[in-house]
């Protein structure tokens, strides 16, 4: 079965600073992934996908996320956060073969300014 | 301009009433869900749509059902409500990426 697991459920950090959101993955096959964003009611936003080759993708708003099949992980950085930045971040999953998705439990990041 | 639209944004139903919760895109995508996000739970998917009356259920479909006619519209139909689904809905279309419409509030009293 495959499942996301987003460990930490809110994180805070000083405008300016770098940021890294944690992503864990179980699946037997190499996975599509994917993160969103979710601003106050509002519907979830893609920032970016992984579906093969490079292992460090580019998103919006200066995003980019780090596949690692070792680590099972697919973590989100930013080098330099802003307080707009502030939203609920979700890591997400599809199989190879099917198109259903997984959704981890989100991260709320909170940007201090 | 790719859009998902939901409709109502807002629904105060009594419990025992039956709920429509409708969804358009504008995509032609083949596949649409239904979701339902709880704090703390994430996204729970309750139906997949894989084309016009072909629908699958996902982890959560007990007390939900749904209806596709035509490709661009998705329902989620609950017949007589009760608390427990009140929720935030959200519907989504996809051809490899998914699109999120921007959710529905749920108020079963």
């Known amino acids: 079965a495959q499942s996301v697991t987003q460990p930490d459920a809110r994180v805070t950090v000083s405008e300016g600073a770098s940021l890294q959101l944690r992503c864990k993955y179980s699946?037997?096959?190499?996975?599509?992934l994917f993160w969103y964003v979710q601003y106050p009611r509002q519907g979830l936003q893609l920032l970016l996908k992984?579906?093969?080759?490079?292992?460090v993708v580019q998103g919006v708003n200066s995003f980019e996320a780090e596949f690692s099949k070792s680590n099972s992980s697919f973590h989100l950085q930013k080098a330099s956060v802003h307080w707009s930045d502030s939203a609920v971040y979700f890591c997400?999953?599809?199989?190879?073969?099917?198109?259903?998705?997984?959704f981890g439990t989100g991260t709320r990041l909170q940007v201090l300014p | 301009d790719m859009k998902v639209t939901q409709m109502p944004r807002y629904l105060i139903k009594r419990m025992g009433e039956n709920v429509l919760l409708e969804c358009g895109q504008d995509?032609?995508?083949?596949?649409m869900y239904w979701y339902r996000q709880d704090p703390g739970l994430g996204l729970q998917l309750i139906y997949i749509s894989y084309d016009v009356d072909s629908n699958s259920e996902g982890d959560i479909p007990k007390g939900y059902r749904v209806s596709r006619k035509k490709r661009e519209h998705f329902s989620l139909i609950l017949d007589s409500a009760k608390t427990n689904q009140t929720s935030v809905y959200f519907c989504a279309s996809s051809q490899d990426t998914q699109y999120f419409g921007p959710g529905t509030r749920l108020l079963v009293l």
């Open positions: 997400a999953l599809r199989s190879s073969n099917t198109n259903k998705v997984v």
């Open positions: 699946y037997s096959a190499t996975p599509y």
């Open positions: 992984y579906y093969s080759g490079d292992p």
């Open positions: 995509m032609s995508h083949e596949t």
